[in-house]
């Protein structure tokens, strides 16, 4: 994926101007972008800003645009800014008109693909707009669903059947060590200085995430009117996989109506909880992280149902991967066998294998089969240390909700998967 939309910290908190966008940073990037020759956003912004719709919604287009003219990284930032300072006009429009689902999918979109300077009138726009609608929402809360939902974590814990599913050879070679609530010093001398993966137990049960994200009626009350952006199809080294950006519950209905391979939704390796803030105080960063006194790079949460999977690749952080629901597969062969994995040549994937594990070519790749690897099934509850580059294949086997936490050791650098 590289460093495409989404995440993105940001500076800035809502003094709001008119518009609700704080007047000094938005006359600086209105003059930035008259600088950039975006004259008719310029106009349309300023009219956005004394309360037209429709001047919001078409700087918003304009913006738009401008994000897609050309390669993500070459999208000249003050754009991704001013996108996000439509999306602010389009939200606080809709929502004085009463259309508070549209406000906040306006704002979503601004913090998905928005630049970082207005990320504080964003953040405290969804808050404001997202209270005023959680009394309704309760209301309107369906009855079936926590049920229903229910019977869909429980259902796939025919674990024989599920395991019918693994790529050949699993579980016989060498499963990965775990260990119960290890101490910080343990860690660093026995994994983190070593680069040995290892599974820990008894480290996140206190985590309000570990019954908060088994509640339907929960995720739906706080995220359910929320827009995210999803994975669709087998996996992301097919030719139909696609992104789509839904609601949350669009998205938590997909997870049980999954039946075949090609409609997978996945939400994969998303910043979810620099999105949605109550999500991110229903978990806590491990002491681990800390490790090697480097710098945490990115959170990402995984969630999507049984049978997603993500081909074996590899990324340049120390891994530190939750299960908080349900549990996967994974599968990890060191750095030092990159060359019999046979990575993709091109660069943008230049960290996946060209190996599909779940049906390996042994005519095109015959170093793969007699390599030694590690695996495991990852339990919920417990935590898996993935070194910098060690190849890694994922598969859920049942519906499942993970937290990735990437950090470094050394200087910072950029995050990528695909
Ligand atoms: O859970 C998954 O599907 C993949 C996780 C992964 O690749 C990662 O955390 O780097």
Not at 29 to 34: D, M, S
Not at 136 to 155: H, I, S, T, V
């Amino acid at each position: 994926m590289g460093s495409e939309p989404g995440g993105g910290g940001g500076s800035g908190s809502g003094s709001s101007g008119s518009g609700g966008v704080g007047e000094e940073r938005r006359a600086a990037l209105l003059r930035r972008i008259t600088e950039e020759g975006g004259f008719a956003y310029v106009s349309s912004a300023e009219k956005a800003a004394c309360g037209d719709l429709r001047a919001a919604e078409a700087a918003r287009e304009m913006a738009w645009e401008q994000l897609h003219s050309g390669p993500w990284h070459a999208v000249v930032p003050a754009w991704r800014d001013a996108y996000a300072m439509a999306c602010l006009h389009v939200a606080e429009l809709r929502a004085g008109a009463g259309d508070r689902r549209e406000a906040l999918r306006a704002l979503d979109m601004g913090l998905i693909m928005g630049g970082p300077l207005l990320r504080g009138e964003l953040d405290a726009a969804v808050e404001r707009i997202a209270a005023e609608g959680s009394e309704k929402r309760r209301e309107e809360e369906e009855k079936g669903d926590a049920e229903r939902w229910r019977e869909e974590l429980a259902k796939n814990q025919n674990l024989e059947e599920v395991l019918q599913a693994l790529p050949k050879k699993s579980l016989s070679c060498k499963i990965i060590e775990k260990r119960s609530s290890m101490s910080l010093e343990t860690f660093i001398s026995d994994h983190f200085l070593r680069e040995s993966p290892v599974v820990i137990s008894g480290c996140i049960d206190h985590w309000p995430a570990r019954t908060k994200w088994k509640d339907i009626e929960y995720l739906k009350g706080i995220a359910g009117d929320r827009t995210v952006p999803v994975e669709v199809g087998k996996n992301y080294l097919c030719t139909e996989w696609k992104q789509e950006l839904i609601t949350f519950s669009q998205f938590l209905e997909r997870i049980w109506c999954t039946d075949c391979p090609a409609n997978l939704t996945y939400l994969a390796q998303h910043p979810l909880f620099d999105q949605i803030r109550e999500l991110r105080n229903d978990i806590m960063i491990p002491d681990f992280c800390f490790a090697g006194g480097g710098e945490l790079q990115s959170l990402n949460a995984w969630f999507g149902p049984l049978g997603t999977v993500t081909p074996l690749h590899h990324d340049p952080h120390h891994n530190l991967f939750a299960q908080v629901v349900g549990r996967k597969y994974i599968r990890l062969y060191p750095a030092s066998v990159s060359d019999d994995l046979y990575p993709h040549a091109e660069s943008m994937l230049h960290n996946t294998s060209q190996v599909d594990l779940d049906n390996i070519d042994s005519e095109e790749f015959p170093r793969v089969e007699n390599l030694d690897f590690m695996d495991c099934i990852l339990d919920e509850g417990e935590m898996l240390y993935i070194p910098p580059k060690w190849w890694h294949y994922v598969r859920s086997l049942s519906p499942s909700f993970s937290v990735s936490f990437w950090w470094s050791a050394m200087s910072p650098s950029s995050s990528e998967r695909t």
